[in-house]
Nanobody, 122 residues
Framework: QVQLVESGGGLVQAGGSLRLSCAAS????????MGWFRQAPGKDREFVAA????????YYTASVKGRFTISRDNAKNTMYLQMNSLKPEDTAVYYC???????????????WGQGTQVTVTS
C-alpha cells in the first residue's frame, strides 16, 4: 500500500520556522515529481511548491518564494519543506503529493498524504 505521511507541522509565532517532512512508503518516488499544497480554512487547496526527482525543476507559488525551500532525499524516499519567516497567512493544512498527471503546479496528482496542520500566530 502506497502511503505519504507528512510530519513537522505545529504552532509557531510569526517570523518563526518549521520544517515539514513527507515520508513515502509502499513504492519509491525517486523518479517522480513531488509537491506540497496547502488548504487554509474556508479556502480551496492551493499549490505551494514542487520539485522534480532530479531537482532540476523547482516550482514555488509567488507568496512563498524566498521564504520556503523544497528539497528531497531520494535515498530516504522523503521530501521536505523548510518554511522560514512564517506569516499568519501561511496557516493551513499542508499536504504532500506525488506523481503529477500533468503540470506539477496543478492538483492532479496520483498520491496524497493526509496533511499536517501549520498554525502561525501574530
Amino acid at each position: 500500500q502506497v502511503q505519504l505521511v507528512e510530519s513537522g507541522g505545529g504552532l509557531v509565532q510569526a517570523g518563526g520556522s518549521l520544517r515539514l517532512s513527507c515520508a513515502a512508503s509502499g513504492r519509491t518516488f525517486s523518479r517522480a515529481t513531488m509537491g506540497w499544497f496547502r488548504q487554509a480554512p474556508g479556502k480551496d487547496r492551493e499549490f505551494v511548491a514542487a520539485m522534480s526527482w532530479s531537482g532540476d525543476r523547482i516550482y514555488y507559488t509567488a507568496s512563498v518564494k524566498g521564504r520556503f525551500t523544497i528539497s528531497r532525499d531520494n535515498a530516504k524516499n522523503t521530501m521536505y519543506l523548510q518554511m522560514n519567516s512564517l506569516k499568519p497567512e501561511d496557516t493551513a493544512v499542508y499536504y504532500c503529493a506525488a506523481v503529477p498527471r500533468g503540470t506539477p503546479t496543478r492538483e492532479e496528482y496520483d498520491y496524497w498524504g493526509q496533511g499536517t496542520q501549520v498554525t502561525v500566530t501574530s
